[in-house]
């Protein structure tokens, strides 16, 4: 199926180095770029990139797609904490093997808003996203913790730009209400 955004013309915007007499500006890309040194076009794809990279992170997620997490989400060196179960992983896959273990066969729904983000002067960025998710619970597998149950909270995130992209390199879960609904 073909894309409906395949037929939209889109306008040809040109590096600086192909204007005329215009110096080359460094790749939003590199290495030691920082903040300082971005301009307001590449500092919005960068927001937009981070956006993208949360809506992967949420859609892989509930899709149990850890594959999809490992490409397209953490840095190998990531660290997950979650205070309310008393959790700190660290690294990319004891991060998968970890949520795995704790919602396999369990149905969830995220959803993020409202993203607080911020680009740092080494050139990382940090975030903080508004959440909520619902989760279905089989019976028995948590005391308590059974049928549907719905969670309100925060992500407090960092950021770093690595060749295939933005990856999250920090995530931390903080919850402002979890309770069971009917």
Not at 157 to 164: A, G, N, V
Request: net charge negative; no cysteine.
């Amino acid at each position: 199926m073909v894309s409906p955004m395949a037929e939209i013309d889109r306008p040809v915007v040109r590096p600086r180095s192909e204007t005329a007499g215009a110096k080359a500006a460094p790749r939003l890309n590199d290495k030691m770029r920082t903040e300082r040194d971005m301009n307001d076009l590449e500092r919005m794809a960068a927001l937009e990139e981070i956006r993208q990279l949360k809506a992967k992170y949420f859609y892989h997620l509930d899709h149990k797609d850890w594959d999809g997490w490992k490409a397209d989400v953490f840095a190998a060196d990531a660290i997950m904490e979650v205070p309310e179960v008393g959790a700190r992983i660290e690294g990319r896959d004891a991060i998968i093997e970890f949520v795995n273990g704790s919602i396999e066969g369990v149905k969830t729904i995220h959803h993020g808003h409202m993203p607080i983000i911020e680009f740092l002067p080494d050139g990382t960025a940090k975030g903080i996203w508004a959440m909520e998710d619902i989760l279905f619970w089989p019976p028995n597998r948590f005391p308590g913790l059974e049928g549907r149950v719905h969670g309100y909270g925060h992500y407090h995130e960092t950021y770093r730009r690595e060749p295939e992209g933005w990856r999250i390199t920090s995530l931390k879960l903080t919850r402002l209400h979890l309770g069971t609904m009917p």
